[in-house]
C-alpha cells in the first residue's frame, strides 16, 4: 500500500546536475529513512546515499562533494541533488523507503521503478 514515484531522470553533459525526487505515498504512518541505489548495465546495485530522520546523511565514497540528499518538510519526499556529474555516474537510480505502517509498527522496506539518469556529451 505504499508507492515510490521517481523524477527528474534524462540526459546531461558531464559536469551538468540533475536533481532526482522521490514522493511515498499510501499506508504511511512514517517514514524512518530512505535512499538513493543505483544500478549500471552488468554491474550490481549499489547505494549511493542514505538519509535517516532528516538530518543523517551517508554518501559512497564515488559521490561525495557532487551529491546531497535530502528530504522535505513533509518527510515524505527525498531528493537527490547531483553535481558535476561523470560519465560513469550513468545508470537506473532507484529511491527506498523504509517505512512504518503504524505507530510501533514494523520497518518494511519499498522501491521506486527506477529512473535513467544518463551522463553523456
Known amino acids: 500500500q505504499v508507492q515510490l514515484v521517481e523524477s527528474g531522470g534524462g540526459l546531461v553533459q558531464p559536469g551538468g546536475s540533475l536533481r532526482l525526487s522521490c514522493v511515498a505515498s499510501?499506508?504511511?504512518?512514517?517514514?524512518?529513512?530512505m535512499g538513493w541505489y543505483r544500478q549500471a548495465p552488468g554491474k550490481q546495485r549499489e547505494l549511493v546515499a542514505h538519509i535517516i530522520s532528516g538530518v543523517s546523511t551517508s554518501y559512497a565514497d564515488s559521490v561525495k562533494g557532487r551529491f546531497t540528499i535530502s528530504r522535505d518538510s513533509a518527510k515524505n519526499t527525498v531528493y537527490l541533488q547531483m553535481n558535476s556529474l561523470k560519465p560513469e555516474d550513468t545508470a537506473v537510480y532507484y529511491c527506498?523507503?523504509?517505512?512504518?505502517?503504524?505507530?510501533?509498527?514494523?520497518?518494511?522496506?519499498?522501491w521506486g521503478q527506477g529512473t535513467q539518469v544518463t551522463v553523456s556529451s
Open positions: 527506498n523507503a523504509g517505512v512504518l505502517g503504524q505507530p510501533m509498527g514494523p520497518i518494511r522496506r519499498y
Open positions: 499510501g499506508s504511511i504512518f512514517s517514514i524512518n529513512d
